[in-house]
């Protein structure tokens, strides 16, 4: 029991430190907002993210067997970060670019779906659409990620941050498509 809870209370302590930082750091809180919750959303996308893998490796399978809870959690993140966003928006007055809220806004969308096909029932009435569904919403988000962070390579004041979070994505992107690429090969023919 204590492993479906450990996703929840993560995300609902990141989810508070980030706001906490936000308004008690030097600086506009609705940028902060924004900016530490999606470093909070991160963080709880990297093990949902890295979950199949690491469970292939028999590192922890902790983590595949609470796959749900860890992406409700993200969801309830991530949704939090969208609100900090917005709100970051309207106050500045100026509105996101196209590609941001296609792709961005394409991801929010992706993963409302998987949050709301999230149960056993979803998964019987959608049959394989289900996984397509859920590996490629996984795959849209990391992509937000990876270019969101790759973006902030060219900034200087942010640049340490964008190397990090580009990484770290590309190294679980890396990790994930070897371990794919790996188990296509022994397969038989």
């Given at each position: 029991m204590a492993d479906r809870r450990l996703p929840w209370l993560l995300s609902l302590l990141l989810i508070a430190t980030a706001l906490l930082a936000a308004t008690l750091l030097p600086g506009d809180d609705r940028v902060l907002a924004a900016r530490y919750t999606a470093r909070a959303s991160f963080a709880m996308f990297m093990p949902l993210f890295l979950a199949t893998p690491l469970a292939r490796l028999g590192w922890t399978r902790a983590l595949a067997a609470h796959r749900r809870d860890w992406g409700l959690a993200f969801a309830l993140a991530h949704f939090v970060h969208l609100a900090a966003l917005i709100n970051q928006q309207i106050a500045a007055g100026v509105p996101p670019a196209v590609i941001t809220i296609t792709v961005g806004g394409g991801g929010y969308v992706i993963l409302a779906a998987m949050a709301l096909t999230s149960n056993a029932a979803a998964m019987r009435a959608l049959g394989r659409r289900w996984k397509w569904l859920?590996?490629?919403g996984l795959w849209w988000l990391w992509f937000v990620f990876f270019v969101t962070y790759a973006g902030r390579i060219a900034e200087p004041p942010a640049m340490i941050v964008g190397i990090i979070g580009t990484g770290l994505a590309?190294?679980?992107?890396l990790l994930?498509?070897?371990?794919?690429?790996?188990a296509r090969r022994r397969q038989p023919a």
């Amino acid at each position: 029991m204590a492993d479906r809870r450990l996703p929840w209370l993560l995300s609902l302590l990141l989810i508070a430190t980030a706001l906490l930082a936000a308004t008690l750091l030097p600086g506009d809180d609705r940028v902060l907002a924004a900016r530490y919750t999606a470093r909070a959303s991160f963080a709880m996308f990297m093990p949902l993210f890295l979950a199949t893998p690491l469970a292939r490796l028999g590192w922890t399978r902790a983590l595949a067997a609470h796959r749900r809870d860890w992406g409700l959690a993200f969801a309830l993140a991530h949704f939090v970060h969208l609100a900090a966003l917005i709100n970051q928006q309207i106050a500045a007055g100026v509105p996101p670019a196209v590609i941001t809220i296609t792709v961005g806004g394409g991801g929010y969308v992706i993963l409302a779906a998987m949050a709301l096909t999230s149960n056993a029932a979803a998964m019987r009435a959608l049959g394989r659409r289900w996984k397509w569904l859920h590996r490629t919403g996984l795959w849209w988000l990391w992509f937000v990620f990876f270019v969101t962070y790759a973006g902030r390579i060219a900034e200087p004041p942010a640049m340490i941050v964008g190397i990090i979070g580009t990484g770290l994505a590309g190294g679980a992107a890396l990790l994930r498509l070897g371990l794919w690429w790996r188990a296509r090969r022994r397969q038989p023919a």
